[in-house]
T-cell receptor, first 115, second 114 residues
């Protein structure tokens, strides 16, 4: 699976948009970009994923560049409850490979939302 | 509906003892994953199941670790002759199928080996 690079930490004011960047310059054609987050002392929580097109759900938006070498997770109106470690993960979705569905977590970005 | 559950939530054991950790996935989810999270290593993949078979055991750190899944549902991770470096939070996740489907994580079992 391709490696990802994220800033170690970011701050955001409550109510503002949080934009979390991720570089994945070695991503291959069959690899999806996933975002998970982990709030202190809890298991990771799925946020969103995409392949080529931008995606939006009730939690966030995912913007993937046209060359797919980077992406940005957008939390449109951050709240204090969004303070967490955010993980950007690239994973193959092809059947038959040993990495099928396996998530390889990096160090993530610690997002702190301030009042 | 009910999420992924794990038991026990905390386990303290003496070095050299065997431990069993249990995971109950979301009903109907065919794929099940085990990960562990320790201070020095972050979150690392251990093993995954599709149904009752384990196509990928590549993350199991040693032959002291084993896992099984029965009836396509409950899974047990067993650690034999525990060592202090086995201390970690063991997380289980399930998904509808293997592949690109989102994984739902349980709260984890915190294992402390003294």
């Amino acid at each position: 699976d391709a490696k990802t690079t994220q800033p170690p930490s970011m701050d955001c004011a409550e109510g503002r948009a949080a934009n979390l960047p991720c570089n994945h310059s070695t991503i291959s054609g069959n690899e999806y970009v996933y975002w998970y987050r982990q709030i202190h002392s809890q298991g990771p929580q799925y946020i969103i994923h995409g392949l080529k097109n931008n995606e939006t759900n009730e939690m966030a938006s995912l913007i993937i560049t046209e060359d797919r070498k980077s992406s940005t997770l957008i939390l449109p109106h951050a709240t204090l409850r969004d303070t967490a470690v955010y993980y950007c993960i690239v994973s193959s979705a092809n059947a038959g490979g040993t990495s099928y569905g396996k998530l390889t977590f990096g160090q993530g970005t610690i997002l702190t939302v301030h009042p | 509906g009910a999420g992924v559950s794990q038991s026990p939530s905390n386990k303290v054991t003496e070095k050299g003892k065997d431990v069993e950790l249990r995971c109950d996935p979301i009903s109907g989810h065919t794929a099940l994953y085990w990960y562990r999270q320790s201070l020095g290593q972050g979150l690392e993949f251990l093993i995954y199941f599709q149904g009752n078979s384990a196509p990928d055991k590549s993350g199991l750190p040693s032959d002291r670790f084993s896992a099984e899944r029965t009836g396509g549902s409950v899974s047990t991770l067993t650690i034999q002759r525990t060592q202090q470096e086995d201390s970690a939070v063991y997380l289980c996740a399930s998904s509808k199928r293997e592949g690109r489907y989102e994984q739902y994580f349980g709260p984890g079992t915190r294992l402390t080996v003294t």
